[in-house]
């Protein structure tokens, strides 16, 4: 992770200078048999996930829909495991992991964390897989129509979230609230089983373009949009059982997927923090204005300790 390079991009691979062409066809084969190793098992599964998802489009019977769920999830945690032992036996990295105590399977979570990179989904789900509820991320309402795959997020209780931007509203006022109407609904999809929403607080990859852009005033995060985590803790937060804060460094400073793949990323480091949901945390993030700069308060100081964790953890040692 090196927040103090901008022009590092998702993309880039930096390759030492000394390194050796053997080393580098070692590491590139490596990258190849992993995305083959990753390919084949997404193949695998997803041959069981697509026909039952299209069965759960087509019999609109709770009951069925629910079990098709239930079946759909086991799917995509079976993939989930298979990925996460290619990985360990692929790879070589040194997990850091600390935080994990107090989680279960039977409670309801939000789960927030800092984002970098696509390797962050697969750090997620190794370190969660079979310790808290499969993840759903929340995805951008066009996504439904991506080919096939939008079928399988449906299927999955993925939720589709509609967002429209204060000058839209203002040209649409009958639209207003509109996008919290939609959360809601998606949201009441996980009353009756344990599930964890997954949300990247930031809203987009960190970069240094990005970070000078906004002008942050964290010096390894972006700043913290509060929208999104409001409206699921509006929707829902009675029953959450917890906040599952995680913050994600990758002390070698290498952050892209293919980098991942070759066995060139030798370190990374979560921390989970579980925090409470605390009555101060729950109101209604539409209208009530008090709240919503109570809660921007709050993860703006949420924000400032995991970007001071961030700091010291990155320290030469």
């Known amino acids: 992770m090196n927040m103090k390079n901008p022009s590092m991009s998702e993309h880039d691979s930096p390759v030492t200078r000394n390194e050796s062409v053997m080393t580098t066809l070692v590491y590139n084969l490596r990258g190849v048999l992993s995305m083959l190793l990753l390919y084949t098992n997404t193949l ?103 080919p096939i795959l939008g079928i399988a997020w449906w299927a999955l209780d993925y939720p589709f979230m509609k967002r429209y931007s204060p000058s839209f509203i203002k040209k649409h006022p009958h639209l207003k609230g509109k996008d919290i109407e939609i959360t809601r609904k998606a949201c009441r999809k996980f009353k009756s089983l344990p599930v964890s929403i997954m949300n990247f607080v930031e809203g987009t990859r960190f970069t240094g373009e990005k970070h000078d852009r906004q002008k942050s005033p964290f010096r390894h995060l972006l700043k913290p949009k509060a929208g999104g985590i409001g409206f699921v803790l509006s929707t829902m937060g009675e029953q959450l059982s917890a906040i599952v804060n995680v913050t994600i460094m990758y002390p070698g400073g290498d952050t892209s997927f293919w980098s991942f793949l070759c066995g060139r990323i030798k370190e990374i480091r979560v921390v989970v923090e579980k925090l409470p949901v605390t009555p101060e945390l729950l109101g209604d993030y539409i209208e009530d204005k008090e709240y919503q700069a109570t809660f921007q308060e709050w993860l703006n100081d949420l924000w400032s300790r995991k970007d001071a964790l961030i700091e010291s953890s990155l320290k030469p040692r």
């Open 44 to 146: 695998f599964w997803f041959t069981f996930l697509l026909p039952i998802s299209i069965l759960k489009l087509l019999v609109p019977i709770r009951g069925f829909r629910k079990l098709c769920g239930l079946l759909l999830n086991g799917i995509a945690v079976s993939w989930i495991t298979i990925n996460n032992f290619n990985l360990r036996w692929s790879q070589r990295i040194r997990w850091n992991v600390s935080g994990l105590e107090g989680l279960s399977l039977d409670e309801w979570y939000l789960v927030i964390s800092n984002h970098q990179t696509w390797v962050d989904i697969v750090v997620l789900q190794k370190v969660f897989n079979r310790r808290i509820p499969f993840l759903k991320f929340f995805l951008k309402k066009e996504l439904i129509w991506v």
